[in-house]
């Protein structure tokens, strides 16, 4: 049996990055909130840098009919039939965020670890190839950043954010088609 002598801790330090930066957060017992950050339910977190620049979405957007009955729902509160709400907010499950709100879901802007791995499928750039040329600059590096990789791979192939969202918006329309893409075998 060990037994350990001085300071022993258990505690709980948490870290965040935000998905369009890169941004660390740590703190003990932290939530991304305490940070200014924002989750949504396909756990993008999104500094709040990043949600400032997103534009406003139509509310009505973030709310689902509260029951199956047909009544006007715009001049009704309740259902005359059955009591329950006309409109409902949709659940996202106690995230802050909305995925109609994320900018990533919504492919305004990107996560860094999910366009690296498009990269990589689409241009077929391995991630070692890329990490050699990093280490001809310093050779002490043990880690090749997902930034780097884009950067990389987008001054190879001549693209910028811009066309790179372009690409991926008309290419699947939708984050759950791309990122389903991404992670497909």
């Known amino acids: 049996m060990k ?6 801790s258990n505690s709980s330090s948490s ?41 406003d979405i139509d509310p009505e957007l973030l709310f689902e009919n509260g029951c199956e009955h047909e009544f006007d729902r715009s001049t009704m509160k309740f259902c005359p039939e059955c ?22 879901c919504r492919l305004d802007i990107y996560s860094e670890h999910e366009m690296a791995k498009y990269l990589e499928k689409t241009r077929k ?36 954010d811009d066309i790179l969202m372009k690409e991926v918006k008309d290419k699947f329309g939708t984050w759950d088609k791309y990122i389903e893409f991404i992670w497909a075998k």
């Open 83 to 104: 009591g329950s709400k006309a409109r409902v907010e949709i659940d996202t499950d106690g995230f802050d965020l909305h995925p109609l709100q994320c900018p990533v």
């Open 125 to 160: 750039v391995t991630r070692e190839e890329v990490f050699v040329k990093v280490k001809e600059m310093n050779r002490r590096r043990r880690k090749l950043y997902n930034a780097e990789y884009i950067t990389h791979v987008c001054e190879k192939f001549e693209l910028n």
């Open 15 to 55: 870290s965040f990055i935000c998905d369009v930066c890169g941004e660390k957060f740590t703190g003990y017992d932290a939530s991304p909130s305490e940070f200014g950050c924002s989750v949504c339910p396909n756990e993008h977190i999104i500094c709040s840098d990043h949600l400032k620049d997103t534009p």
């Open 3 to 8: 037994i350990r002598k001085g300071f022993v």
